[in-house]
């Protein structure tokens, strides 16, 4: 759209959107059917995820199905430039990355409410919904919804509704192979909900 101005490298998959006045630096990958705006840089989006307005985003990845209410922003460098700790499921602990720069991981079909705040290095899981002020978690698991006042499980049945709505806007089914996905998953990660 008007105004965008792009730094490259950008990929921009098949019916990818940029947002007027959208701000992109190097190293950025939009897949397929995504809407993204404000500033990006060195981050990868999965297919039919949106960034529509305004906020930072850097050095993070977005799965499938994800959005980002207007005016989020991340961080992708501590204050005191340490090395960035990241969320490792294959430890059940945080770990040393090695890296200076790292921002948000998002996994697919996650959410999060208009003028989210996320810290350095944050993790969110599946189907996650993030609102309210402050900063959350620096991991939040998979099938979460709240936020740094505290979270519920966001249960399989309203995920079920809210995947199938989002994805009705795209004219494409949820199908029972994805509930089971779904499923599966949510039974997996059921030891990090501690609600």
């Known amino acids: 759209m008007e105004g965008s101005m792009v730094r490259g490298s950008l990929a921009m998959c098949e019916n990818s959107v ?10 950025t ?10 500033e ?7 297919g039919f995820s949106n960034k529509g307005h305004d906020g930072f985003l850097g ?5 499938e199905w994800c959005n980002l209410g207007a005016d989020t922003n ?11 700790k990241l969320w490792n499921y294959s430890v059940d602990r945080f ?20 003028n989210t705040m996320f810290n350095t290095g944050t993790v969110i899981g ?10 959350p978690r620096n991991f939040i698991p998979s099938f979460s919804w709240g936020g740094s006042g505290g979270y519920t499980t966001f249960v399989l049945d309203k995920v079920f509704d809210v995947a199938q709505k989002v994805m009705e806007r795209r004219a494409i089914e949820l199908t029972s192979e994805d509930k089971d996905i779904l499923s599966y998953v949510f039974s997996l990660t059921n030891k990090y909900r501690k609600q």
């Open 18 to 27: 940029l947002k007027m006045g959208a701000k992109i630096y190097g190293a």
């Open 29 to 38: 990958t939009l897949g397929p059917f995504c809407k993204v705006g404000g």
């Open 40 to 46: 990006v840089n060195n981050s990868v989006f999965q």
């Open 59 to 63: 050095n993070s990845v977005i799965g």
């Open 74 to 84: 991340n961080s992708n460098l501590k204050n005191n430039y340490a090395e960035v």
């Open 95 to 114: 770990e040393k990355t090695g890296l200076q720069f790292c921002g948000l991981i998002m996994g697919d079909h996650s959410k999060c409410g208009i």
């Open 126 to 135: 599946i189907s996650s919904n993030l609102f309210g002020p402050g900063f």
